[in-house]
T-cell receptor, first 112, second 115 residues
Framework: AQSVTQLDSHVSVSEGTPVLLRCNYS??????LFWYVQHPNKGLQLLLK??????LVKGINGFEAEFKKSETSFHLTKPSAHMSDAAEYFC??????????FGAGTTVTVRA | TAGITQAPTSQILAAGRSMTLRCTQD?????MYWYRQDLGLGLRLIHY???????GKGEVPDGYSVSRANTDDFPLTLASAVPSQTSVYFC??????????????FGPGTRLTVL
C-alpha cells in the first residue's frame, strides 16, 4: 500500500528566503512521486515528478525535489520564495498503476 | 486547448436532491478520474475510468456513480445528496493507465454545498 505524509501543514517564509516542504512516503514498490501546486480557487498544476531517473528533479518556477530512497523522502525546495509562490502544495505517490495517493497538503504563506 | 472543463463552478443543493457534475476533456486521454478535496485530507479518489465504457471504484465511492459513454466526458452523479458530500470536486485525466509515470491533468473544480 502507498501513502504520503506531509510533515508541515503550514509554512511561512519571507520573500527572497528559501522554501522547504517536507514529504515522506510509504510504498511497497518503486514509486513515482509528484509535487502539485494549487493556487486559491484553482485546479492542481504539476510542479515536478520523479520517475526513477535522476534523483534530483527540477520543476517549474524554480522548484526542485530530491528523491532519497534510504530516507523515503521527497522534499520540495526553492532557493528564493516569491509572493506568487503562496499556494497549497501536495506531495503525491503512485505505485505500479495510475492511482495517486495525496498528502494532506502544505499551505505556504509568503511575507513581504 | 481548453484541457479539462467542469460545470458548474459552484452549486448549493438541498439534501435529498440529485445532481450531476459534468467533466469534459479535449486531450483524448484514455483515463479519467473524480476526486473530492476536503480540508486536511488532500484529494481522495471517488471513481475512475480506464477507457470509454469502463469504470471503477476509488477510495470513497459510496453515494456517487459515474459513466463513461465516450472518451471526452465523465459525469459524476449524486443520486440523493447528503451534507457530508459538501466538498470541492476535481475531475482529472491522464494519457495512459499502464504506467504510474503519467501526469494527471486537473480541471478547475466544482464547489458543492449540500444543505
Amino acid at each position: 500500500a502507498q501513502s504520503v505524509t506531509q510533515l508541515d501543514s503550514h509554512v511561512s517564509v519571507s520573500e527572497g528566503t528559501p522554501v522547504l516542504l517536507r514529504c515522506n512516503y510509504s510504498s511497497s514498490y518503486s514509486p513515482s512521486l509528484f509535487w502539485y501546486v494549487q493556487h486559491p480557487n484553482k485546479g492542481l498544476q504539476l510542479l515536478l515528478k520523479y520517475t526513477s531517473a535522476a534523483t534530483l528533479v527540477k520543476g517549474i518556477n524554480g522548484f526542485e525535489a530530491e528523491f532519497k530512497k534510504s530516507e523515503t523522502s521527497f522534499h520540495l525546495t526553492k532557493p528564493s520564495a516569491h509572493m506568487s509562490d503562496a499556494a497549497e502544495y501536495f506531495c503525491v505517490v503512485s505505485e505500479n498503476d495510475y492511482k495517486l495517493s495525496f498528502g494532506a497538503g502544505t499551505t505556504v504563506t509568503v511575507r513581504a | 486547448t481548453a484541457g479539462i472543463t467542469q460545470a458548474p463552478t459552484s452549486q448549493i443543493l438541498a439534501a435529498g436532491r440529485s445532481m450531476t457534475l459534468r467533466c469534459t476533456q479535449d486531450m483524448r486521454h484514455n483515463a479519467m478520474y473524480w476526486y473530492r478535496q476536503d480540508l486536511g485530507l488532500g484529494l481522495r479518489l471517488i471513481h475512475y475510468s480506464n477507457t470509454a465504457g469502463t469504470t471503477g471504484k476509488g477510495e470513497v465511492p459510496d453515494g456517487y456513480s459515474v459513466s463513461r459513454a465516450n472518451t471526452d466526458d465523465f459525469p459524476l452523479t449524486l443520486a440523493s445528496a447528503v451534507p457530508s458530500q459538501t466538498s470541492v470536486y476535481f475531475c482529472a485525466s491522464s494519457d495512459s493507465v499502464e504506467s504510474s509515470y503519467n501526469e494527471q491533468f486537473f480541471g478547475p473544480g466544482t464547489r458543492l454545498t449540500v444543505l
